[in-house]
């Protein structure tokens, strides 16, 4: 069974949408994970920000904006009266729901259920298309199956058990179309899996349900050697590893949701990333396998804040970066980049919730720095000790660029630089002029 997830853009329009089922219906059984149509869930994000303020009037004129958005989609998607007709209740009994928020007390649980309409609206609309034109389909509610525990961690064997389950109780289809995004929490509550986390469900799915291979449909021909929104003449990757492809997506690279290469790494089942409107584009194959000797990528991560403390203590002492771990870790911070000296430390974070109740606690062990509006440039390959020279055409590449700190060695993949957020894209650009070109 092969797991294919469609994003955003992807199932954007109707139009869109009809491309993706002509693509899917070639015979063989897979799952299907979609995203909500484009741009609806950062209106879900503004509308229940209203709803935070109180704004109804606000919130109201968003939700009647996107709901007509969708009247016109279903208008367009379906051919017969009858799918129309079928459509138009569905939208209409979803933004009902929505609706529903604006008159009581505003949570984080109702929040979280108004952000799941987004991707609880697609995969009906695109599920009844499949039917009007007759393919073969189930609809697998991911509510049913994926959920995350109390750490907020993904619980595999509660999805492997429950996709199982559901899967079982559609019986044999040759289309099984799910949401991606969307969770139960440990409580049961509706939750999600972070934004872009529809590529985190497409491997968490492919993981449980041993699929034999991941596809990652999406707008571009797979991962290139940049980010392509800041830097011209960026180029596709044809293999990446699943490690160069995970540090990729964790420090930046959009195209993957930031934790979603490890469930896939686990079960060593290769993720493609292919173009919804270059189907035939080769795109990118991440697998085990390890191209030696080559820098394949840069990415950068932004709203990074660093952290430096300095202390006389920490000279011949042990136990002191214990203790400033301890500190992050009491606040369920975690720690992106480290460099130390013989007497400080500089660490990057990217989750400033709790920055002055941190820098409270790490007073206590020396003098405290914090530098806001940083960026993590990551530059990622097959980066190994004894490899010559890849440090010094990294370093000599961004030589104009004032940088806060390096890392290198912490894994063999990767060398990482944090850099102020103003001198991002001269990086990035300079990084590509002279390691790509
Ligand atoms: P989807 O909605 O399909 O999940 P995303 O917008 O999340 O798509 O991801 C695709 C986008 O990621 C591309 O349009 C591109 O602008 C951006 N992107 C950032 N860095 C990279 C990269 N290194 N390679 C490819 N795309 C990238
Ligand atoms: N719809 C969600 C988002 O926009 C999830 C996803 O697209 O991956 O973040
Ligand atoms: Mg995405």
């Not at 960026?234 to 699943?242: D, G, H, R, V």
């Not at 369920?332 to 606690?361: A, C, F, Q, W, Y």
């Not at 370093?395 to 957020?421: C, F, Q, T």
Request: hydrophobic residues 40%; negative net charge; glycine residues 6%.
């Amino acid at each position: 069974m092969r797991v294919l997830k469609f994003g955003g853009t992807s199932v954007g329009s109707a139009e869109r949408m009809k491309e993706v089922a002509a693509l899917i219906n070639d015979g063989h059984q897979k799952i299907v994970v979609l995203s909500a149509m484009s741009g609806t869930t950062n209106s879900l994000v503004e509308i229940a920000d209203n709803l935070y303020k109180q704004d109804k009037d606000g919130a109201n004129e968003l939700i009647s904006t996107l709901e007509k958005k969708y009247e016109e989609e279903v208008n367009t998607l379906y051919a017969s009266d009858e799918f129309k007709q079928k459509g138009l209740e569905l939208v209409r009994s979803h933004f009902e729901f929505i609706k529903s928020f604006t008159i009581d007390m505003f949570t984080v649980f109702e929040e979280k259920a108004i952000l799941a309409q987004g991707e609880l609206m697609s995969t009906a609309m695109f599920y009844f298309y499949l039917q009007e034109n007759g393919i073969d389909s189930a609809l697998l509610p991911a509510l049913d199956y994926m959920r995350i525990d109390k750490n907020n961690e993904p619980d595999a064997s509660y999805i492997a058990e429950n996709l199982k389950i559901a899967l079982e109780a559609q019986g044999d289809k040759g289309i099984y179309i799910t949401q991606g995004y969307i969770c139960r929490n440990a409580f049961g509550e509706i939750d999600n899996l972070q934004r872009g986390g529809s590529d985190y469900s497409a491997s968490l799915i492919g993981a449980a349900g041993m699929a034999d291979e991941i596809q990652i449909w999406t707008d571009i021909d797979g991962m290139h050697n940049n980010d392509p929104r800041y830097v011209e003449n960026t180029k596709s990757i044809s293999e990446l590893s699943f490690d160069e492809a995970a540090e990729l997506a964790y420090f930046g690279a959009k195209i993957l949701h930031p934790t979603s290469v490890l469930p896939a790494k686990l079960a060593n089942i290769p993720v493609r990333l292919l173009n919804t409107m270059e189907p035939k584009a080769p795109g990118t194959l991440i697998s085990s396998h390890q191209q030696k000797g080559r820098m394949a990528a840069v990415a950068a991560k932004d709203g990074i804040t660093a952290i430096k403390i300095k202390s006389g203590r920490m000279l011949l002492a042990y136990g002191f970066l214990r203790k400033v771990f301890e500190i992050f870790e009491s606040y369920k911070t975690p720690i992106d980049m480290i460099t130390t000296s013989e007497v400080g430390v500089s660490v990057t974070i990217d989750d400033d919730k709790n920055l002055m109740e941190i820098v409270d606690d790490l007073k206590k062990y020396g003098t405290v720095d914090v530098d806001h509006d940083q960026v993590i440039v990551c530059v990622v390959g097959d980066l190994v000790a004894d490899a010559k020279g890849y440090a010094h055409r990294i370093l000599d590449a961004v030589k104009d660029v004032p940088i806060r700190m390096i890392s290198y060695g912490g894994s063999n993949y990767n060398i990482s630089m944090l850099i102020n957020a103003n001198d991002k894209k001269k990086a990035l650009n300079l990084l590509s002029e002279k390691l790509f070109n």
